[in-house]
């Protein structure tokens, strides 16, 4: 006994010599930082305090969207965006009010928004262009119900906000994988009655993790500096997966009753296309089985799904496909992916020619497939 209990004080010094550097070093760099400014370090809130930019409104029914009938520059990283929004908060011109215009709503977030382009050289309003080319004599509009931020969840609620007040033929919807399955996570802290406190930590706030982190400055200090490692792994957890698959399943199903052709455009990561960082590469791989989950969900559910990670990658063997030092596509980008969906989007959208039945939000068009 004598000598079993003297080998666990052996152990036991050896486990506070380990330790106690280690905390005092926490605790002179926690008082050093607090003795450095009254204020710890802040994070990122949903759009800016700087009138110089354009605000996204909160909203209880989506969240979050652009004021309506306003032009400014969206703060969007280091390729300002200038955005004219129509009576209802969207990008673009104002939707037409007549029932004979054939009209197709895109959903998503940062990429149909179309980040860091011009309106016209975004992929909404390019599918725009084609279809008219491919169908002079009918009249075609696409919508662009893209939002920055925007959780595959929202796309469902941006559904309703556009069917409640015009008739809708079809829907392109982008599931991106490099955000949407943890800003999924995110968004139902918030869902279905708290949408307009919306908050972009990545953890939830209330947990006893954030708190401690929050308690102190050092902590909060490494949790900032690791901020882009996180959210890339937190990404990619099941937890997160399952809650994406939910919202594109509620939506395919939302789509289904409403007789509205749908279509997924899988949208990869940046650094699947181009080099990056060797952590963010490591991460192709659980990407890569994600997208295959995503594909296999939507072949279950008989939804035609574009991936458009080769589509990127030939254009970006030939020309940058992205923004310099941003994850968003360039015009290049957005002109390849405008052409690769069109023929999709046809397949499953049997256009025909405009009929004089009058319809209205109320009523969507069922379609024959």
């Not at 969906?341 to 405009?354: E, I, R």
């Amino acid at each position: 006994m004598p000598a079993r209990s003297t080998r666990r004080r052996r152990i036991f010094g050896r486990f506070l010599l380990l330790v106690l550097p280690l905390v005092l070093a926490f605790a002179v760099a926690e008082t050093a930082l607090r003795l450095a400014g009254d204020q710890a370090p802040g994070r990122t809130s949903l759009g800016t305090d700087d009138s110089r930019w354009l605000q996204l409104d909160k909203s209880d029914q989506l969240g979050w969207i652009f004021p309506p009938d306003t032009t400014g520059y969206y703060r969007s990283g280091g390729h300002p965006t200038l955005v004219t929004t129509n009576p209802w908060g969207l990008r673009g011109p104002a939707v037409a009010a007549d029932s004979l215009t054939r009209k197709v709503l895109v959903l998503g977030d940062s990429y149909a928004f179309g980040w860091g382009v011009p309106d016209e050289k975004g992929f909404v309003r390019r599918l725009e262009a084609a279809l008219r080319q491919e169908f002079p004599a009918v009249p075609i509009e696409c919508i662009n119900g893209g939002v920055p931020g925007y959780a595959i969840y929202q796309q469902t609620l941006m559904l309703d906000y556009v069917r409640r007040r015009t008739p809708i033929d079809a829907v392109v919807a982008t599931i991106s994988l490099a955000n949407d399955p943890v800003d999924d996570l995110r968004i139902r802290r918030f869902a279905p009655d708290h949408l307009a406190e919306f908050r972009y930590d990545l953890r939830d706030p209330s947990s006893a993790t954030a708190r401690i982190i929050a308690a102190s400055r050092l902590l909060t200090l490494l949790d900032l500096r690791t901020t882009s490692l996180q959210f890339s792994l937190t990404n990619t957890n099941r937890e997160c997966q399952t809650l994406a698959c939910e919202s594109m399943t509620q939506l395919a199903k939302v789509c289904r009753e409403a007789g509205l052709p749908l279509v997924w455009l899988i949208v990869p990561r940046a650094q699947e296309i181009r080099s990056g960082p060797v952590w963010r590469g490591v991460l192709n791989g659980a990407t890569d089985r994600m997208r295959t989950h995503f594909r296999e969900l939507a072949a279950d559910l008989k939804v035609p799904c574009l991936d458009l990670k080769p589509v990127l990658a030939k254009t970006q063997a030939k020309q940058d496909a992205y923004l310099a030092a941003d994850a968003h596509w360039n015009e290049a980008g957005h002109r390849a992916v405008a052409a690769a969906v069109l023929p999709v989007l046809l397949k499953s959208w049997p256009l025909q020619q405009p009929d004089d039945q009058i319809r209205s939000p109320a009523e969507p068009i069922n379609h024959q497939r």
